[in-house]
């Protein structure tokens, strides 16, 4: 009888909580809020699309800079801007 109960936390854990941490995780790597993106993907996982497309807010160490011609973001690894080919400022 036990055995053919499914576990409810399970659901609970692939629904609600996974979505919720991934949507925070990207919610933090594009310098957004980590909890409210992280409710927001929880209770919409609908919501992991937006924040995967949503262009970053502020640079991120790491993650995204801020070109200094054109003033758009691109992804700390490109050796150029995307949008209008500078090269990023030598340190």
């Known amino acids: 009888m036990l055995g053919s109960v499914k576990p409810v936390y399970l659901v609970f854990l692939l629904i609600i909580v996974i979505p919720g941490i991934v949507g ?13 993106w992280s409710l927001a993907c929880a209770v919409f996982p609908i919501f992991l699309l937006v924040i995967y497309f949503e262009k970053p807010i502020r640079e ?6 801020r070109c200094g ?12 801007c995307k ?5 990023p400022p030598s340190a």
Do not use: H
């Not at 995780?25 to 409210?36: H, K, Q, V």
């Not at 991120?60 to 800079?65: H, P, T």
């Not at 011609?69 to 150029?80: I, K, M």
């Open 24 to 36: 925070g995780m990207l919610a933090a790597n594009r310098g957004r809020n980590f909890i409210g």
């Open 60 to 65: 991120v160490e790491g993650k995204f800079r």
């Open 69 to 80: 011609s054109c003033g758009e973001y691109y992804r700390w690894r490109d050796p150029s």
């Open 83 to 87: 949008y209008c080919g500078t090269p």
